[in-house]
């Protein structure tokens, strides 16, 4: 079962989703930067993300630091950059006492890190046209990849507002985050790209 995200400063106007990974014995949360937000001002300056989010599941919730509050803000998460710009994906190590009891855990270390083929069948699980407290069960939906590559997957469908941030997953193994939709299609990060930014924060510390 995915984490429920939203801002937890504001009516939960913008839910999506989110879900737990375990790596290396760390758990972390994974979703997606602009479920907080609502807007893409984060891709310019991470600052834009407000400073904590709420993380629920159908029988608890944990507020969440994005920034350090002793530091001047200083990023709690990790994030990725490319050429300036800030991808849509946030990794924030967890706590084992914020972790939303009920939650799923997904194993980072087997999960799908490589391309996918062209036509493989993606589940996206989370919350479309919900808000509020009472949104369980989740809902799924199905997605056919038309592109793939180490950073992102491609779907032929578009992707529901309610499913960013969620899991998707190629039979019962994780393989990416939706995202969205952009051009027609779905985009969905890679886990190959969510390990890469794990990883590059692990090496040095």
Not at 77 to 100: E, M, Q, V
Request: aromatic share 6%; charged share 20%; with cysteine.
């Amino acid at each position: 079962m995915p984490v429920s995200v939203y801002i937890s400063d504001k009516p939960p106007t913008n839910e999506g989703a989110g879900f737990v990974v375990a790596y290396q014995k760390s758990n972390w949360l994974i979703t997606a930067a602009h479920v907080p937000i609502r807007s893409n001002s984060f891709q310019n300056n991470i600052s834009e993300l407000p400073d904590e989010i709420l993380a629920r599941s159908p029988n608890d919730s944990k507020r969440l630091r994005l920034f350090d509050a002793r530091n001047d803000r200083s990023p709690n998460f990790l994030y990725h950059n490319h050429n300036g710009t800030n991808s849509d994906l946030i990794c924030l190590p967890l706590k084992a006492d914020h972790r939303p009891v009920g939650a799923d855990i997904h194993n980072l270390e087997t999960a799908l890190s490589d391309t996918l083929p062209v036509g493989a069948v993606l589940t996206l699980h989370g919350y479309p046209n919900r808000s509020g407290i009472n949104i369980w069960p989740e809902s799924t939906t199905q997605l056919h990849v038309v592109e793939s590559n180490t950073d992102f997957h491609r779907t032929r469908e578009d992707i529901a507002c309610g499913y960013s941030g969620g899991p998707a997953l190629l039979g019962e193994v994780l393989a990416g985050m939706a995202i969205g939709s952009t051009n027609g299609s779905g985009v969905i990060v890679s886990i190959g790209l969510i390990k890469r930014v794990i990883e590059a924060h692990l090496k040095n510390i």
